[in-house]
């Protein structure tokens, strides 16, 4: 089985900037993305869960597989959409089978 080098794009943000991430995911070109809810976590601020907080300050994980190049230029993008909030961006080497999907 032959496999194909990408990276993948993890982004953890309020849910109210994910128009914002999705727009620039679209206008980078990539071939889709997928949205997961988040529910409960823990960072350098502590714990949290999606229950305590307003369906306005819930979070979401945005992902996207692309080639290398243009994820590079979606994570930092996104980085400086995230500049003044809340996030995490995750890079990371992932290797596909159906290459013409992404």
């Given amino acids: ?7 993948k794009l993890e982004i953890v943000v309020e ?6 991430l999705t727009a ?11 949205v997961l809810p988040t529910l409960v976590g823990e960072g350098h601020s502590g714990e949290w869960s999606s229950a ?4 306005a300050l819930s ?3 945005l992902v996207v597989v692309a080639e290398a190049a243009r ?5 930092a993008a996104a980085h400086e ?11 990371s080497d992932v290797e596909v089978i159906r290459e013409d999907h992404f």
């Fill in 15 to 20: 849910a109210a900037l994910l128009p914002r």
């Fill in 52 to 55: 305590a907080l307003s369906p």
């Fill in 24 to 34: 620039l995911v679209r206008a980078e070109g990539a071939s889709g993305f997928t």
């Fill in 59 to 61: 979070t979401r994980m």
């Fill in 81 to 91: 959409i995230l500049a003044d909030y809340a996030g995490i961006i995750l890079l």
């Fill in 1 to 7: 089985m032959e496999t194909h080098r990408k990276k």
């Fill in 71 to 75: 994820a590079e230029r979606i994570a």
